[in-house]
Protein backbone atom coordinates (compact mmCIF):
# COMPACT_ATOMS: atom_id res chain seq x y z
CA UNK A 1 0.00 0.00 0.00
CA UNK A 2 1.62 3.37 -0.86
CA UNK A 3 0.90 5.94 1.44
CA UNK A 4 3.60 8.07 0.89
CA UNK A 5 3.23 11.42 -1.61
CA UNK A 6 5.72 14.21 -3.06
CA UNK A 7 9.28 14.87 -3.66
CA UNK A 8 10.93 17.96 -1.78
CA UNK A 9 7.16 18.50 0.20
CA UNK A 10 6.72 15.11 1.47
CA UNK A 11 3.73 13.22 3.03
CA UNK A 12 3.35 9.74 4.84
CA UNK A 13 -0.14 9.15 5.69
CA UNK A 14 -1.10 6.44 8.64
CA UNK A 15 -4.07 5.20 10.34
CA UNK A 16 -7.80 3.77 9.83
CA UNK A 17 -11.37 5.51 10.41
CA UNK A 18 -12.09 3.42 13.99
CA UNK A 19 -8.71 2.52 14.97
CA UNK A 20 -6.83 4.54 17.74
CA UNK A 21 -5.51 7.51 15.79
CA UNK A 22 -4.99 8.62 12.53
CA UNK A 23 -1.69 11.08 11.05
CA UNK A 24 0.85 12.66 8.90
CA UNK A 25 4.64 12.82 8.77
CA UNK A 26 5.72 15.92 7.02
CA UNK A 27 9.26 15.77 5.78
CA UNK A 28 11.17 18.19 3.98
CA UNK A 29 10.40 21.75 5.89
CA UNK A 30 13.12 24.30 5.62
CA UNK A 31 14.25 24.67 9.64
CA UNK A 32 13.09 27.68 11.10
CA UNK A 33 10.13 27.66 9.43
CA UNK A 34 7.61 28.85 11.77
CA UNK A 35 4.18 26.47 12.17
CA UNK A 36 1.44 28.64 13.73
CA UNK A 37 -0.45 25.79 15.86
CA UNK A 38 -3.84 28.43 16.29
CA UNK A 39 -4.02 28.30 12.24
CA UNK A 40 -3.56 24.76 12.23
CA UNK A 41 -6.64 23.91 14.42
CA UNK A 42 -8.74 26.93 12.35
CA UNK A 43 -8.44 24.48 9.48
CA UNK A 44 -8.80 21.35 11.00
CA UNK A 45 -12.23 22.44 12.79
CA UNK A 46 -13.96 23.81 8.98
CA UNK A 47 -13.19 20.16 8.36
CA UNK A 48 -13.75 18.17 11.39
CA UNK A 49 -17.80 16.67 11.60
CA UNK A 50 -20.55 17.28 13.35
CA UNK A 51 -20.51 21.03 13.15
CA UNK A 52 -23.57 21.41 10.64
CA UNK A 53 -26.65 19.40 9.72
CA UNK A 54 -25.14 18.82 6.22
CA UNK A 55 -23.00 16.32 7.98
CA UNK A 56 -21.92 13.24 9.84
CA UNK A 57 -23.38 12.87 13.78
CA UNK A 58 -19.52 11.69 14.97
CA UNK A 59 -18.31 14.29 16.56
CA UNK A 60 -14.31 14.54 17.00
CA UNK A 61 -12.59 17.07 17.73
CA UNK A 62 -9.59 16.75 15.16
CA UNK A 63 -7.14 18.56 17.30
CA UNK A 64 -3.46 17.74 16.12
CA UNK A 65 -0.81 16.65 18.25
CA UNK A 66 2.68 17.47 16.98
CA UNK A 67 4.50 14.73 18.46
CA UNK A 68 7.96 15.83 16.46
CA UNK A 69 9.33 17.63 14.27
CA UNK A 70 8.57 21.32 16.31
CA UNK A 71 10.60 23.39 19.10
CA UNK A 72 9.08 26.66 19.92
CA UNK A 73 6.90 27.26 17.57
CA UNK A 74 9.92 26.74 14.51
CA UNK A 75 10.26 23.37 12.07
CA UNK A 76 13.65 21.83 13.56
CA UNK A 77 14.51 20.44 10.29
CA UNK A 78 13.50 16.67 11.21
CA UNK A 79 10.19 15.21 10.22
CA UNK A 80 6.75 17.12 11.48
CA UNK A 81 4.93 14.59 12.71
CA UNK A 82 1.28 15.53 13.33
CA UNK A 83 -1.25 12.67 15.81
CA UNK A 84 -4.82 13.14 15.42
CA UNK A 85 -6.78 10.81 18.03
CA UNK A 86 -9.96 8.83 17.24
CA UNK A 87 -11.75 9.70 19.98
CA UNK A 88 -15.91 9.33 19.15
CA UNK A 89 -15.41 5.35 17.55
CA UNK A 90 -18.12 2.79 17.45
CA UNK A 91 -16.91 -0.20 15.34
CA UNK A 92 -20.01 -2.15 16.33
CA UNK A 93 -21.99 -0.31 13.43
CA UNK A 94 -19.31 -1.85 11.10
CA UNK A 95 -19.24 -5.36 12.71
CA UNK A 96 -21.66 -6.99 9.59
CA UNK A 97 -19.45 -4.96 6.66
CA UNK A 98 -16.63 -8.14 6.97
CA UNK A 99 -18.29 -9.74 4.24
CA UNK A 100 -21.06 -7.56 3.47
CA UNK A 101 -19.66 -5.24 0.91
CA UNK A 102 -21.26 -1.64 0.59
CA UNK A 103 -22.37 -0.40 -2.91
CA UNK A 104 -19.92 2.32 -3.93
CA UNK A 105 -17.39 1.84 -1.36
CA UNK A 106 -14.15 0.43 -1.69
CA UNK A 107 -14.98 -2.43 0.48
CA UNK A 108 -15.19 -4.80 -2.83
CA UNK A 109 -11.60 -4.01 -4.41
CA UNK A 110 -10.07 -3.47 -1.04
CA UNK A 111 -11.38 -6.85 0.86
CA UNK A 112 -9.62 -8.44 -3.04
CA UNK A 113 -6.46 -6.57 -2.83
CA UNK A 114 -5.23 -7.34 0.66
CA UNK A 115 -7.12 -10.67 0.86
CA UNK A 116 -9.88 -9.42 3.89
CA UNK A 117 -7.02 -8.56 6.12
CA UNK A 118 -7.90 -4.89 5.50
CA UNK A 119 -9.92 -2.95 8.67
CA UNK A 120 -13.28 -2.52 7.18
CA UNK A 121 -14.67 -0.75 10.16
CA UNK A 122 -15.70 2.95 8.68
CA UNK A 123 -13.93 2.09 5.88
CA UNK A 124 -10.44 1.81 7.49
CA UNK A 125 -8.02 2.99 5.07
CA UNK A 126 -9.95 4.26 2.53
CA UNK A 127 -12.56 6.03 4.88
CA UNK A 128 -13.04 10.29 4.47
CA UNK A 129 -11.59 10.29 7.67
CA UNK A 130 -8.13 10.10 6.57
CA UNK A 131 -8.89 13.46 4.70
CA UNK A 132 -7.77 15.26 8.00
CA UNK A 133 -4.25 14.56 8.17
CA UNK A 134 -4.53 16.05 4.86
CA UNK A 135 -6.22 18.90 5.96
CA UNK A 136 -3.33 19.38 9.08
CA UNK A 137 -0.47 19.24 5.93
CA UNK A 138 -2.50 21.28 3.81
CA UNK A 139 -2.61 24.11 6.48
CA UNK A 140 1.05 23.60 6.80
CA UNK A 141 1.76 24.01 3.21
CA UNK A 142 -0.21 27.05 3.14
CA UNK A 143 1.81 28.60 6.25
CA UNK A 144 4.97 27.84 3.73
CA UNK A 145 3.45 29.27 0.60
CA UNK A 146 2.23 32.39 2.40
CA UNK A 147 5.60 34.27 2.54
CA UNK A 148 5.79 33.77 -1.47
CA UNK A 149 2.34 35.55 -1.94
CA UNK A 150 0.05 32.33 -2.29
CA UNK A 151 -3.52 32.83 -1.33
CA UNK A 152 -5.42 29.94 -1.82
CA UNK A 153 -9.16 29.60 -1.18
CA UNK A 154 -12.92 27.68 -2.56
CA UNK A 155 -16.41 27.50 -2.40
CA UNK A 156 -19.29 25.41 -2.77
CA UNK A 157 -19.65 25.71 -6.49
CA UNK A 158 -22.54 23.22 -6.55
CA UNK A 159 -25.06 20.61 -4.43
CA UNK A 160 -27.34 18.60 -6.18
CA UNK A 161 -27.57 20.68 -9.14
CA UNK A 162 -28.37 24.41 -6.91
CA UNK A 163 -25.34 26.28 -8.29
CA UNK A 164 -23.31 29.36 -6.98
CA UNK A 165 -21.60 32.11 -8.87
CA UNK A 166 -18.03 31.10 -10.22
CA UNK A 167 -15.04 33.10 -9.22
CA UNK A 168 -14.06 35.30 -12.34
CA UNK A 169 -11.37 33.75 -13.65
CA UNK A 170 -9.14 36.85 -14.39
CA UNK A 171 -9.71 39.05 -10.59
CA UNK A 172 -9.83 36.49 -8.35
CA UNK A 173 -8.35 37.77 -5.51
CA UNK A 174 -7.01 36.96 -1.72
CA UNK A 175 -8.94 38.87 0.36
CA UNK A 176 -12.03 36.85 -1.12
CA UNK A 177 -10.27 33.56 -0.83
CA UNK A 178 -9.60 34.55 2.62
CA UNK A 179 -12.63 35.72 3.49
CA UNK A 180 -14.45 32.16 2.22
CA UNK A 181 -12.24 30.30 4.50
CA UNK A 182 -14.21 32.22 7.48
CA UNK A 183 -17.49 30.87 6.01
CA UNK A 184 -18.90 27.26 7.56
CA UNK A 185 -20.65 27.23 4.24
CA UNK A 186 -18.61 29.04 1.53
CA UNK A 187 -20.27 30.59 -1.14
CA UNK A 188 -20.10 33.82 -3.12
CA UNK A 189 -23.77 34.17 -3.77
CA UNK A 190 -25.39 33.48 0.02
CA UNK A 191 -28.44 33.18 -1.78
CA UNK A 192 -28.60 29.72 -2.94
CA UNK A 193 -27.15 28.32 0.47
CA UNK A 194 -31.01 27.72 1.80
CA UNK A 195 -32.16 26.03 -1.57
CA UNK A 196 -28.53 23.68 -1.23
CA UNK A 197 -29.39 22.72 2.17
CA UNK A 198 -33.12 21.60 1.80
CA UNK A 199 -31.84 19.36 -1.19
CA UNK A 200 -29.40 17.89 1.29
CA UNK A 201 -32.55 17.41 4.27
CA UNK A 202 -34.60 16.42 1.35
CA UNK A 203 -31.91 13.54 0.39
CA UNK A 204 -31.67 12.94 4.49
CA UNK A 205 -35.31 12.50 4.54
CA UNK A 206 -35.57 9.84 1.79
CA UNK A 207 -32.55 7.87 3.25
CA UNK A 208 -29.99 8.62 0.47
CA UNK A 209 -27.21 11.32 0.05
CA UNK A 210 -26.52 13.96 -2.66
CA UNK A 211 -22.84 15.42 -4.45
CA UNK A 212 -21.93 18.70 -5.69
CA UNK A 213 -19.25 20.29 -7.08
CA UNK A 214 -16.13 22.46 -5.37
CA UNK A 215 -14.23 25.35 -7.38
CA UNK A 216 -10.86 25.85 -5.89
CA UNK A 217 -8.67 28.79 -6.57
CA UNK A 218 -5.07 30.12 -5.79
CA UNK A 219 -3.70 33.28 -6.53
CA UNK A 220 -0.03 34.95 -6.20
CA UNK A 221 1.35 31.59 -7.98
CA UNK A 222 4.47 33.34 -9.95
CA UNK A 223 4.47 32.16 -13.54
CA UNK A 224 7.34 29.38 -14.45
CA UNK A 225 6.23 26.57 -11.41
CA UNK A 226 5.86 22.89 -12.73
CA UNK A 227 7.21 20.99 -15.67
CA UNK A 228 6.16 19.49 -18.51
CA UNK A 229 4.91 15.83 -18.79
CA UNK A 230 4.95 14.12 -15.90
CA UNK A 231 5.47 16.98 -13.20
CA UNK A 232 3.05 19.53 -14.49
CA UNK A 233 1.14 21.35 -12.26
CA UNK A 234 -2.23 19.60 -13.46
CA UNK A 235 -0.72 15.98 -13.26
CA UNK A 236 0.89 16.44 -9.94
CA UNK A 237 -2.12 18.26 -8.33
CA UNK A 238 -4.89 15.58 -10.19
CA UNK A 239 -3.06 13.29 -8.40
CA UNK A 240 -3.67 14.55 -4.92
CA UNK A 241 -6.80 15.79 -5.92
CA UNK A 242 -7.53 11.91 -6.88
CA UNK A 243 -6.40 10.80 -3.48
CA UNK A 244 -9.86 12.40 -1.27
CA UNK A 245 -12.10 9.99 -1.19
CA UNK A 246 -15.14 11.01 -2.99
CA UNK A 247 -13.41 12.75 -5.93
CA UNK A 248 -14.54 11.54 -9.34
CA UNK A 249 -13.70 14.12 -12.16
CA UNK A 250 -10.95 17.33 -12.19
CA UNK A 251 -10.95 20.12 -14.10
CA UNK A 252 -8.90 23.20 -15.22
CA UNK A 253 -9.97 26.20 -16.36
CA UNK A 254 -12.98 26.04 -18.20
CA UNK A 255 -11.94 21.98 -18.55
CA UNK A 256 -14.85 20.33 -20.34
CA UNK A 257 -16.20 23.36 -21.99
CA UNK A 258 -12.80 24.29 -23.85
CA UNK A 259 -13.80 20.83 -25.98
CA UNK A 260 -16.43 23.36 -27.50
CA UNK A 261 -14.55 26.04 -27.80
CA UNK A 262 -12.30 27.11 -31.24
CA UNK A 263 -8.77 27.73 -30.58
CA UNK A 264 -9.69 31.77 -31.06
CA UNK A 265 -11.90 31.41 -28.27
CA UNK A 266 -9.89 28.82 -26.46
CA UNK A 267 -6.65 30.48 -26.24
CA UNK A 268 -5.89 33.28 -23.96
CA UNK A 269 -4.68 36.85 -25.28
CA UNK A 270 -1.36 38.50 -23.41
CA UNK A 271 -1.17 41.89 -23.18
CA UNK A 272 1.45 43.90 -21.14
CA UNK A 273 0.42 45.43 -17.73
CA UNK A 274 3.53 47.60 -16.74
CA UNK A 275 6.58 45.17 -16.61
CA UNK A 276 4.20 42.26 -16.76
CA UNK A 277 2.91 39.59 -18.99
CA UNK A 278 -0.76 39.32 -18.17
CA UNK A 279 -3.45 36.96 -20.14
CA UNK A 280 -6.74 39.15 -20.89
CA UNK A 281 -8.71 36.00 -19.87
CA UNK A 282 -8.20 32.75 -18.23
CA UNK A 283 -9.94 29.68 -19.81
CA UNK A 284 -6.82 27.56 -19.33
CA UNK A 285 -6.75 28.16 -15.62
CA UNK A 286 -3.24 29.46 -15.18
CA UNK A 287 -1.51 26.73 -16.39
CA UNK A 288 -0.19 26.22 -20.02
CA UNK A 289 2.48 23.49 -20.65
CA UNK A 290 2.06 22.05 -17.60
CA UNK A 291 3.22 25.31 -16.12
CA UNK A 292 1.78 27.80 -14.37
CA UNK A 293 1.47 31.64 -16.20
CA UNK A 294 0.83 33.32 -13.72
CA UNK A 295 -2.85 33.66 -13.54
CA UNK A 296 -4.93 32.31 -11.18
CA UNK A 297 -4.66 28.90 -10.79
CA UNK A 298 -8.52 27.91 -11.37
CA UNK A 299 -10.17 24.18 -10.54
CA UNK A 300 -12.95 22.49 -10.32
CA UNK A 301 -13.70 18.89 -8.27
CA UNK A 302 -16.51 16.51 -8.88
CA UNK A 303 -17.70 15.21 -5.19
CA UNK A 304 -20.24 11.78 -5.58
CA UNK A 305 -22.97 11.32 -3.13
CA UNK A 306 -21.73 9.78 0.17
CA UNK A 307 -22.55 5.57 -0.68
CA UNK A 308 -23.16 5.08 2.86
CA UNK A 309 -26.89 5.52 3.07
CA UNK A 310 -29.58 4.05 4.89
CA UNK A 311 -31.63 2.91 1.77
CA UNK A 312 -31.82 -0.97 1.30
CA UNK A 313 -29.09 -2.02 -1.67
CA UNK A 314 -28.36 -5.04 -3.52
CA UNK A 315 -24.70 -6.60 -2.40
CA UNK A 316 -22.80 -9.51 -1.89
CA UNK A 317 -22.03 -11.53 0.91
CA UNK A 318 -18.28 -12.61 0.18
CA UNK A 319 -18.17 -14.99 2.74
CA UNK A 320 -20.71 -17.28 2.15
CA UNK A 321 -20.81 -15.52 -1.64
CA UNK A 322 -24.41 -15.57 -2.05
CA UNK A 323 -26.39 -12.30 -2.99
CA UNK A 324 -27.71 -10.09 -0.32
CA UNK A 325 -29.18 -6.75 0.68
CA UNK A 326 -27.81 -4.15 2.96
CA UNK A 327 -28.91 -1.39 5.36
CA UNK A 328 -25.88 0.95 6.26
CA UNK A 329 -25.77 1.78 10.03
CA UNK A 330 -23.83 4.29 11.50
CA UNK A 331 -23.49 8.15 10.98
CA UNK A 332 -22.85 8.92 7.88
CA UNK A 333 -22.92 12.76 6.18
CA UNK A 334 -25.99 13.06 3.88
CA UNK A 335 -23.92 15.50 1.51
CA UNK A 336 -20.01 15.68 2.06
CA UNK A 337 -19.44 18.69 -0.24
CA UNK A 338 -19.27 21.46 2.51
CA UNK A 339 -16.34 19.62 4.65
CA UNK A 340 -14.46 18.62 1.69
CA UNK A 341 -13.58 22.18 0.53
CA UNK A 342 -11.06 22.81 3.17
CA UNK A 343 -9.26 19.03 1.81
CA UNK A 344 -9.43 20.26 -1.87
CA UNK A 345 -7.99 23.37 -0.48
CA UNK A 346 -5.14 21.24 1.17
CA UNK A 347 -4.77 19.29 -2.00
CA UNK A 348 -4.05 22.53 -3.96
CA UNK A 349 -1.55 24.02 -1.34
CA UNK A 350 0.37 20.54 -0.86
CA UNK A 351 0.70 20.16 -4.28
CA UNK A 352 2.09 24.17 -4.74
CA UNK A 353 4.13 23.65 -1.61
CA UNK A 354 6.55 20.72 -3.37
CA UNK A 355 6.04 22.66 -6.55
CA UNK A 356 7.70 25.34 -5.57
CA UNK A 357 10.26 24.27 -3.39
CA UNK A 358 11.32 21.95 -6.65
CA UNK A 359 11.10 24.31 -8.52
CA UNK A 360 14.78 26.50 -9.76
CA UNK A 361 13.80 29.46 -10.03
CA UNK A 362 13.80 32.16 -7.19
CA UNK A 363 11.05 32.82 -5.16
CA UNK A 364 10.91 36.88 -6.63
CA UNK A 365 11.20 36.15 -9.82
Not at 19 to 29: E, K, Q
Not at 105 to 124: E, I, L, Q, T
Not at 226 to 235: L, N, R, T
Not at 324 to 339: E, F, K, S, W, Y
Amino acid sequence: MSATFGTRFRLTIFGESHGPAIGMVIDGLPAGMPIDEDAVAQDMARRAPGNDPTATARREADRVRIVSGLLSGRATGAPLCGVIENTNVRPADYAQLSSLMRPGHADYAGHVKFRGYNDPRGGGAFSGRLTAPLVFAGSVARQLLAPMGVEIGAHIAAIAGVEDARFDPVRVDGERLRALRNLRFPLLDPSVEAAMRAAVQEARNAQDSVGGVIECAATGVRAGVGDPFFDSVESVTAHLLFSIPAIKAVEFGDGFGLAALRGSEANDPLRLREDRVVAASNHNGGVTGGITDGMPVLLRVAVKPTPSIAREQQTVDVAAMREATLRVQGRHDPCIVPRAVPVVESALAVALADLMLCDPFPTDA
